[in-house]
């Protein structure tokens, strides 16, 4: 099957003049595009369809506002999302929107999409914010049917864009450095250099260093059932170290009617994992390495009025190790290596005006490696193929797609394992947008999708635990919304954009690690169904008084997320862990001659840490406050910007996950120059 697949490929690639890998990665950057954007004598025609649904999203401008210090940071301020945080500098971050769980939400960076097929989550910790231009959150799929076929196979979708250079005619180089300093030890520079190769060739090449001790005070309180103190305590959070390097390069060229780019990433870092607080055991003796590089690239060409090609392709190679030295605990030190291959080539066909069709298929090999007695050494073959259509018209708009997914896996072990077998899945979408009133900027907009996730290879082959006879969890997602936006001729008041969505979504065949009845025994299994029906919304409102510019983003998500597997459960009807009714954010900001004062709430409410929403298990709302100001000015022709953020101003003590706990005040300082 893989063969013939990528015979398929190459054919299907060979169908259209070839010039160089490239990519479009249809993800907005703050900025909007009409049908051509002009660069130094170079037209580039950028396909766009109509937004049927917008994307909640975050411009380069208004993420250097938020004090975020990664991606996963910055998510926080969408609607809909619960980040995961570990607590500290150095803790992993992964994310979960609509709580149909973090293996759900697929995570494409620069068009592509991040994998790790080992436990199926991304850490969002890894991508600091110094090089990104936007980060776009999609519910459902982008709204562009031109696209890789993985870019349907994802119940959300989160699209990471990196800077790309900009020149004006009469420059050729920027060079921007940035340090950062504050508390937890933090030591953080960072160099940006991009170059004018050629009127139709740029360079890009970021890197960056992190390093900090993660050591900050916190404190413990634990209540008994009836209201007595059981443990509060005041510490300092150990082994929270990180030490990080990141470096990427990017080159983008420009043909006519297309564009093609080449990307590079690596990755390394060793840090302290400081672990759960319980009975008063503070330090644990747990660290971990990681290294990461992938290669990818994608090229676009608009062949005619009738016929546009899109290829993208990527090669990545992970390896992480796990080392326990605890001597109250069992010793580990274990190796992971993981290699990914992945090739897409999609079409795009203009029948009409207002009719367009695609066609995409994609191909993924997945392999992984451990230094495990009796481990699986799995290998898994993966295709897509993917078809949809597209109906635009004055005031409504339709979307529909069909996505079929293949796999085929393998193991190889001194044990006897049995590979999954292979499945094949299919998965409809349709998505549409009505205007009702034609001078009113007035949308009803709403979608439904079926969709699905593989068990990871950790669900299936992990020792003692694995179940290679897993099915796929599958999801229905329904929803309906209302967005207005409309710009104002006021002398004060600018811009109102709002948003409002009701959703509905069931979660089938949930894996779950489940007791077998031997003590230190679990097996994975289909068990779960889940119930999760929310709403969602955004306000965004823009404002002047003379030279002073306001801005205001508020944004409010209700969320019941109820476990209905069987009646005979004891958490029946219960509100799944970690799942909040209520959260929201407020994120105001201030302009004026280069000064930009901003402040940020962010609000999390009651909610439980297991599947019993017992009062043993209840978890208090947190809420933080964090407020930043900063100047830019130009000193000996350089552009400078100097930043100073306080975090959790009130000092706040709380957690995100049960016993992890999170930083109180804290501080941080950038200086950034440009050239």
Known sequence: MEKKTISLLLAMAGLAPFHVTAQNDSIPSGEEFGEEMIMNEVTVVETRNKAIISPQLLSEKELGRLNSQSVADALRYFSGVQVKDYGGIGGIKTVNIRSMGTNHVGVFYNGVQLGNAQNGQVDLGRYSLDNIESIA?????KSDIFQTAKDFSSSSAVYIATKRPRFRNDETFHVTAQMKTGSFGLVNPSLLWEQKLSNKVYLSANAEYTNANGRYKFRYKRMQLDGQVAYDTTAVRQNGDVTAFRAEAGVYGFIPQGKWNINGYFY??????????????????????????????????????????KLNGKFAWDYSNFLRDDPKELYINNHYYQQEVYLSVANLF????WWKMSASLDAQMNKMNADLVDFAYPLRWSEYMAVATSFDFD??????????TFFQESTRSRKTYTASPNRNEFSPAVFFSYQPFERHNLKINGFFKRIFRMPTFNDL??????????????????DLGV???????????KYLRAKVDGYYNTVNDKIVAYPTGQQFRW??????FVRIGGLETNLNVGASVGKVNLGLNLQYTYQSARDFTSPSDSFYGDQIPYTPWHSGSVAGNINYRGWDFNYSFIYTGERYNEQENTKYNYEQPWYTHDMSVSKEFTLWKCRMKVTGELNNVFNQAYEVIHNYPMPGRNFKITLRVGI
């Open 137 to 141: 959150l999609y519910n459902g799929q």
């Open 268 to 309: 390394t870092s060793e840090r302290g994992i400081p672990g759960a607080i319980v009975n008063n055991v503070f330090r644990h003796g747990e660290r971990q390495a990681d290294k990461a590089a992938f290669g990818q690239g994608s090229f676009e060409k608009k062949v005619s009025d009738f016929y546009e090609l």
């Open 350 to 353: 203009t029948i009409t005006d």
């Open 395 to 404: 005031r409504f708009s339709v979307q529909a797609s069909f996505l079929g």
């Open 461 to 478: 082959y992990y020792t003692e635990i694995g179940n290679a006879l897993l099915k796929p969890e599958t999801t229905w997602q329904y």
């Open 483 to 493: 967005t207005y936006d409309k710009q104002f001729s006021h002398p004060f008041f």
């Open 523 to 528: 097996t994975m299994i289909n068990l779960g």
